[in-house]
């Protein structure tokens, strides 16, 4: 069975796998971002000799130190945590200190010896070091990290300026266009391999993932190392490898330049991350709820929820659709937070929300994603009943129920007791223990609420009613036929 390969990183260290799913990175910082995040396409070249020759100086190899504890004398090794390993240590079972090692590569960005590479080449490590292209070796320091892009910015302390590259625009480039991977594929050292853009804007695991799929050459050892363009610009980094055996099949994938670029920059400047955090959580649109909701297209994040935050103080409001964030046309849920994301802290940005299907204009200052997150649900109880409707049995929302169910007691709504298999409320996902909150983007407290909300629907010739319910505390839209 075909398996997704990543932590491209060659490890050696006790108790780690080698299969999974990890983000990456690349990019430069404001150092060495100078003339141009610009790239053009270009014909195949006769050989690949001179652009090879420009950027491995640059590329740097990656080793790290890893102090683990271990038995001695054979014995066996339990998982951290494990009541047998506790056990074991009870009744005397030695242990000693051993180092492990990994590899992985990097790339220089800067003269004075910034280096970025994989969070996950050098977690948890006690030492790093880098080689260089000449055989050089130097200790380097842990600038800071970000695990939701798997990057790692590196500083090494060199006596001469140090050779680097400079990023380019990863939205330029173009299914088919030339790419060149460098790196140290399972230890072997400095290589190279020649490719093209097989795909864009692949997804894998993370909120920020933007990657760029290749037929380059890229193996175990080569995370953090660089994805070129033929003018030598960085505009990826090697991350994962689709594979069934842990080898290169001709599917890698490269992290795209523009995801990180500020990631770096804020990594050199603050240590860590510095995100744009709108305060809402949020879906996207389906065709059925577009058409309930009577829109001509599933464009736009639906907000299912506005907890304590930027949103709640601006007058962003569950069951509204943002459509433009800071000028800019939100396409989907996943393209709002990537915009958001990269929005500086504490900016006041101009959103556009579609609310019973008129335009309304807010301002909204941003707060920063890694300080806090809240949640807020408001509303009182209804008094109980019980009846099978659209394939649900429901029954109002009881404070005892609410508690029951780790919702605060106030919770209005609707609890789904049973649904029946062969409905179309079970086709959508509804299921025992489902709250229904809202039907219609408005309130429902009570079956005749619902009642009200459904003949609206039928009134207005839509199909579908929209639901907003809550399972296990997390919001969702439905859309659920009525006709």
Known sequence: ?????????????????????????????????????????????????????????????????TTVTSPIDGRPIFPDGSPFGDLFKDFGGPQEPRS????????VISADGYIVTNNHVIEDADQIE??????????????????????????????????????????????????LAVGNPLGQGFSVSAGIISARNRELSGTYDDYLQTDAAI?????????????GDVIGVNTAILSPNGGSIGIGFSM????????????????????????????????????????????????????TGPSLEAGIKAGDIITRFDGGEVRNSRDLVRRVGDAPVGEEVDVVVLRNGDEVKLKVTLGQRELAEGESDTGSAPVPTSRNLLGMTLEPLTPKTAGEMGLPSSTEGLVITEVTTDSEAWQRGLRAGDVITEAGQRPVASLRDLDARIEEARAAGRKSVLLLIRREGEPRFVALPVS
Do not use: C, H
């Open 219 to 231: 193996n175990r050892g080569n995370s953090g190392g660089p994805l070129f363009n033929l003018e």
């Open 100 to 107: 492990s090692n990994a590899l992985g590569s990097g790339f």
């Open 1 to 65: 069975m075909t398996s997704v390969t990543s932590s491209l990183a060659t490890e050696t260290r006790l108790g780690r796998g080698l299969a999974g799913l990890f983000p990456a990175v690349v990019l430069s910082v404001a150092v060495a971002l100078g003339a141009g995040l610009f790239s053009r396409a270009y014909a195949a070249p006769d050989s690949f000799a001179d652009l090879a020759e420009k950027v491995s100086p640059s590329v740097v190899n990656i080793t790290t130190t």
């Open 256 to 307: 795209a330049s523009n995801v990180v670029f500020k990631v770096v920059a804020q990594l050199q400047e603050f240590g860590g991350t510095r995100r744009g955090w709108l305060g809402v959580k949020i879906q996207d649109i389906t065709p059925d709820m577009a058409e309930a909701l009577g829109l001509r297209n599933a464009r736009g994040a639906m907000v299912t929820d506005v907890p």
């Open 130 to 179: 880098v080689e260089f292209f000449g055989g050089e070796r130097m200790p380097a320091k842990l600038v800071g990290t970000d695990p939701k892009t798997d990057i790692a910015l590196l500083k090494v302390e060199a006596s001469d300026a140090l050779p680097f590259v400079k990023f380019g625009d990863s939205d330029v480039m173009r299914v088919g266009d030339w790419v």
